[in-house]
C-alpha cells in the first residue's frame, strides 16, 4: 500500500520552518497519543505515521531527499516505516518535540549533574537617614552555606574521590520505558550528579557543603534609599558540587527620621515658628543633615508657608546635583501666659480696628455669608 505524503501528514506546506513544524507534530501527536485512544488502531497508526513524517523532515539531509525522490529517497535511511526499523528512534524525536514534558530530550544527550551554581541570597540592612544619604561601611553577619574545605567541595573523603555512578554510567540521567516509547528521568542513586560517593568527608557528611556564619563588610554609597539593592557577587550559597557560589543582594531599608522626610532627593520638615517672628518677622535657625543654618523670615509670613533651601537634600546614588531642604513654617500659639502678658495681649487686639490686618478672616466669613444666605432662598 503506498504512503501519504509526509507534509500531508502532518498538515503542513512544502516550505514550512522548523518551529513551524514541531508545532504541528506536536498538535497531531497529542491528538492520536496512544496513551490518549487506548486500543484505538487507528489513531495508533496515525501516530505512528505522523512520527515518521517528523522523522524524515525534521532532518535537513533526509528532508532533501524525499523532496527530491518521495519515499524511495528516504528508504533504508532512518525513516520508520521504511526500513522495518520500527520505533527505534522513536524516543529521539518525541523526546525533541516534548522534552518540556518529560524534562529533556531522550536521544541520549550529556548527564545533567555536574557543579551547579548556588543560589542567591538577600539580607535586609537598617540604615538611619543620615547613614543613607552620606554612606556608610557597615558589617553584616550572613548564615550561609560554604565549601567545605577538607573535601573541597567535593563531598569525598579527603585522599578519595567521587567514582561514576554504576546506574547511570555518569550521565545523571536513567531511561523509563513506558511502552513503546520511554521518557527519560533524574537517575534516582546519585540524583542527577552521575557519580557516587563511597567514602564520604566527615565534615560535611558527604554534601560538599557546610553551613557557616559569614561577617562581611558592606560599603554603602551616598544616596541610597529604601528599595536599593547592593550586589556582593560570590558571597551567596556556595554551589554544590564544587560549583560557583551565588551573589548577595543587600536590601536597603531606610529607617523613619524623627525629623525629616525624604522624598526621593528632597527632604522636608516642619519649623514652629513664635506669632511674634510670624508677624514682624525674623531669623530662626533650621536643622540641616549637616547642622544649623539660618532662615530669614519675613514680615506677615502665614503659617504653612512653604521655604525651599537648595542643595541642602541628597546628593543622588548615581550622580548629579543635591536635592533641595523644603521648610514649612507652623504658627505655634503662646501657652500658659501670665495675668499681665494676657492684658497686654487684650490691649493689643483691641488696637486692630477694622478687618484690614486679616484678609483671610475677612474673605472666609465674606463667602460663610453668602452661603448661608444662598441656603434662604
Known sequence: MSKRDYYEILGVSKDVSGPELKKAYRKVAMKHHPD???GNKESEEKFKEASEAYEVLSDAQKRNAYDQY????VEGAGGMGGGGQGFGNFSDIFGDVFGDIFGGAGGGGGRRGGPARGSDLRYTLDLNLEDAVKGTTVKIKVPTLVSCKPCKGSGAKPGSSPTTCNTCGGHGQVRMQQGFFSVQQTCPTCRGKGQSISDPCT????????EETKTLSVKVPPGVDTGDRIRLAGEGEAGADGGPAGDLYVQVSVKD????QRDGNN???EVPISIFDACIGGEIEVPTLDGRVKLKVPAETQTGKLFR???KGVVPVRGGSSGDLLCRVILETPVNLS??????LEELKSSFKGDTNSPKQHSWFDGMKNFFGDMKM
Do not use: D, W
Open 36 to 38: 490518549r485512544n487506548e
Open 70 to 73: 518521495g519515499h524511495a529517497g
Open 267 to 269: 527632604l522636608y520638615c
Open 309 to 311: 533651601l537648595r542643595g
Open 257 to 260: 527620621h524623627a525629623i525629616f
Open 203 to 210: 565534615s560535611c557528611r558527604g554534601q560538599g557543603r557546610i
Open 339 to 344: 495675668r499681665k502678658q494676657k492684658e497686654l
